[in-house]
T-cell receptor, first 113, second 110 residues
């Protein structure tokens, strides 16, 4: 199993540009989520999904869109990038039940100029 | 919203020392996770606890539900243990995301 994969690993955008961060998992996990990690702060939940066709907002959803058309894929879209979205983004997946192990992707380091 | 506090924020120790990292949270939880993040950035799950104690190799994690507190211990620490250790809690059911502490930056010197 490849586990959770994310692409790209690094990305530089200009303010106003849009892009999609890709996330895929091959463990047939129902639950997938996107977090951002900023210096001096804990990871914060952006959006999550409990299955194909179902998504919901987390703590910091503004400026981001998600969709879940398949169990495997959970892309994160930045509609109009802003410098405040400069961060490291992690995708994670798990079985949908309380207290199960979370599997994290390797992260995408995004810089918005 | 659950508040997760970790201590210490930074810890430097000598190889072989016994290490303790603490995590406190404000609201009852369904599970607590200990995660490790190496300098390369990847995050790995170490433990998931809802009660009691777990051990894996030189790592031991404990949780006291009544006191809303968990500890991560490393015995016979080694430079390869140098990493950021992150505590995260799940407050509700499986659909809820995790709430993370800010992490403890551990450096083990040879």
């Amino acid at each position: 199993n490849a586990g959770v994969t994310q692409t790209p690993k690094f990305q530089v955008l200009k303010t106003g540009q849009s892009m999609t961060l890709q996330c895929a998992q091959d463990m047939n996990h129902e639950y997938m989520s996107w977090y951002r990690q900023d210096p001096g702060m804990g990871l914060r939940l952006i959006h999550y999904s409990v299955g194909a066709g179902i998504t919901d907002q987390g703590e910091v959803p503004n400026g981001y869109n998600v969709s879940r058309s398949t169990t495997e894929d959970f892309p994160l879209r930045l509609l109009s990038a802003a410098p405040s979205q400069t961060s490291v983004y992690f995708c994670a997946s798990s079985v949908l039940s309380t207290g199960t192990e979370q599997f994290f992707g390797p992260g995408t380091r995004l810089t918005v100029l | 919203k659950n508040e997760v506090e970790q201590s210490p924020q930074n810890l430097t120790a000598q190889e072989g020392e016994f290490i303790t990292i603490n995590c406190s949270y404000s609201v009852g939880i369904s599970a607590l996770h200990w995660l490790q993040q190496h300098p390369g950035g990847g995050i790995v799950s170490l433990f998931m606890l809802s009660s009691g104690k777990k051990k894996h190799g030189r790592l031991i994690a404990t949780i006291n539900i009544q006191e809303k507190h968990s500890s991560l211990h490393i015995t016979a620490s080694h430079p390869r243990d140098s990493a950021v250790y992150i505590c995260a809690v799940r407050t509700g059911g499986g659909a809820d995301g995790l709430t993370f502490g800010k992490g403890t930056h551990l450096i083990i010197q040879p």
